[in-house]
């Protein structure tokens, strides 16, 4: 995985004054594209969108430092449509004018280097999973747009808990007929800033169904069927949920031979009577990699 994310990593190098062919980073990693992005995000802090646009910007700034570069030639190279368009994220990412480069290099300059990705053994902590087939099911809840937040627990999250009526949690139980036949968090739709901790993503409250309906005044989300991979972890909450993902990301998916698959990501708690010894799973959508 390390060898051929490095070399999706050096064609991308290659292509910076072109267009980069999704198709073409497909067949290097022999994964999906989305695989392939959310892999980049976990793995680099930061997306392959925001990752492209850097290097570009940088080199940008290599080429304007040359007495023979324009900034019109410049802009156009690195497929910018416009002249204004260039101009604003230039100086957004360099703190100046793509026109006072040759002057700002007496004070300082920015650059933003290519990424390379290399093996770190971690410590051997073991995970506990298992892999599940599951049909397409219905998330029935209540759902919100949420701002991301990484560590602690997530305020609007909270406040969309607190606003659930007494009829929509028997509305829930009356239809909770898939394990774990009680009260699930569900996260999609994120913005392209996830692993920046920036933009929204949709957050459903809710219980898993099989069933038709009508579900009254409730959300519904179609989940089609798919492959799950189910972790499972015990201890404080919400730390130990929070470390488990960050190793799904850093450990189990590099190594693994699964790829992730869109889909929601979905969490349940089993009992929040004792904080400091929860039990919880995470359930993330994957198919074996080609």
Not at 258 to 269: G, K, N, Q, R
């Amino acid at each position: 995985m390390q060898s051929s994310m490095n070399e999706a990593l050096q064609y991308i190098e290659e292509n910076l004054d072109t267009e980069i062919d999704e198709k073409e980073i497909e067949k290097i990693t022999g994964t999906s594209i989305y695989h392939f992005r959310r892999m980049f995000s976990f793995l680099a802090g930061m997306t392959l969108t925001a990752y492209i646009r850097n290097r570009r910007l940088s080199n940008a700034m290599f080429d304007l430092l040359r007495e023979d570069v324009n900034v019109t030639d410049t802009a156009f190279k690195y497929g910018y449509h416009s002249i204004d368009g260039f101009s604003r994220a230039f100086r957004e990412w360099a703190g100046c004018k793509p026109s006072e480069v040759k002057q700002q290099q007496k004070q300082s300059l920015k650059a933003f280097p290519k990424l390379t990705f290399q093996l770190t053994i971690q410590g051997g902590v073991e995970m506990n999973y298992r892999i599940v087939e599951k049909e397409a099911f219905k998330i029935i809840g209540v759902s919100k747009r949420v701002p991301m937040q990484f560590e602690g627990v997530n305020p609007e999250i909270e406040q969309l808990a607190q606003s659930i009526t007494e009829s929509q949690k028997g509305k829930m139980h009356e239809h909770a007929n898939l394990e774990p036949r009680q009260v699930i968090n569900a996260s999609y739709h994120f913005d392209e800033g996830r692993m920046e901790e920036e933009g929204y993503l949709e957050h459903m409250i809710g219980v898993l169904t099989n069933e038709e309906g009508p579900f009254g005044e409730l959300d519904v989300l179609e989940v089609p069927a798919h492959t799950w991979a189910i972790f499972s972890s015990q201890g404080p909450f919400p730390q130990t949920m929070q470390e488990t993902w960050a190793k799904i990301a850093a450990e189990w998916l590099p190594s693994s031979d699964y790829e992730l698959v869109e889909a929601p990501e979905i969490s349940f708690v089993e009992d929040y009577s004792n904080l400091d010894n929860v039990y919880s799973e995470i359930w993330m959508a994957v198919k074996r990699k080609d």
